[in-house]
């Protein structure tokens, strides 16, 4: 099945134009409570080096990872801006238009937004605290989320077809392999380096006083 690459380039403006209008870079202020430069130069990087990876069959699979850690690190509105410069940055790197805006869709923002709403139905569904942030949100979302976006691909774009009848076990997989890596990150930066991660707040995971709600990357609203 085949989806018009002026859908993928509009839902991406759309999403880029959403994050704007609540200004997300005033996170990367001095005066902010986050340090997120570093997470977000480090996540441009990698992103842009990933999707932008040399064809191979590989390639597609290798690009499953790192999204919903920029989306931990960075918030909803601040990561949609990373993916947007990042499939530019590939296709400046001679990734192909096509393949580049597949990637910031299908890799970046459709997981992304997926796990901002089951982020929202988890703090609903589950009492915030330590477990529900490090096992739900920077895991099993991550792995549900991801998953699930690479068989959309798959079975819309058939971007996988060459795994064959194991398609779905195969990108569970590297699904489970992103998430194990996302929730040793947020494990370990929720431990040590708490600012670098937005969308963690230790005011509502472990009760101390004195921190603003968990937000999900947005200054003036809290999120999932």
Not at 88 to 104: C, N
Not at 148 to 172: D, I, M
Request: glycine share 8%; charged share 10%; net charge positive.
């Amino acid at each position: 099945m085949w989806i018009p690459a002026a859908l993928e380039l509009v839902l991406l403006a759309i999403a880029v134009a959403a994050s704007v209008w609540v200004q997300p870079w005033r996170l990367l202020a001095h005066d902010s409570r986050y340090q997120l430069m570093a997470p977000l130069l480090v996540s441009l990087l990698g992103l842009s080096a990933l999707w932008w990876w040399p064809g191979t069959l590989l390639s597609p699979l290798l690009g499953l990872f790192g999204a919903q850690l920029v989306l931990l690190c960075l918030g909803w509105p601040l990561a949609v801006l990373v993916y947007a410069a990042a499939g530019v940055f590939a296709w400046l790197a001679g990734a192909g238009g096509q393949a580049a805006a597949q990637a910031a869709f299908w890799q970046g923002l459709l997981p992304a937004t997926l796990a901002l709403a089951l982020g929202a139905l988890l703090r609903r569904a589950w009492r915030p605290n330590l477990a529900s942030y490090l096992f739900g949100r920077a895991f099993l979302i991550p792995l549900a989320c991801t998953w699930a976006a690479a068989l959309a691909a798959h079975g819309l774009l058939e971007r996988h077809a060459w795994l064959g009848p194991q398609a779905g076990a195969a990108l569970f997989l590297f699904a489970l392999l992103d998430a194990m890596l996302t929730g040793f990150v947020a494990t370990l930066l929720a431990m040590y380096r708490p600012r670098a991660l937005a969308t963690w707040s230790e005011a509502l995971y472990m009760g101390q006083p004195g921190q603003a709600a968990l937000r999900e990357g947005s200054a003036p609203r809290p999120g999932p």
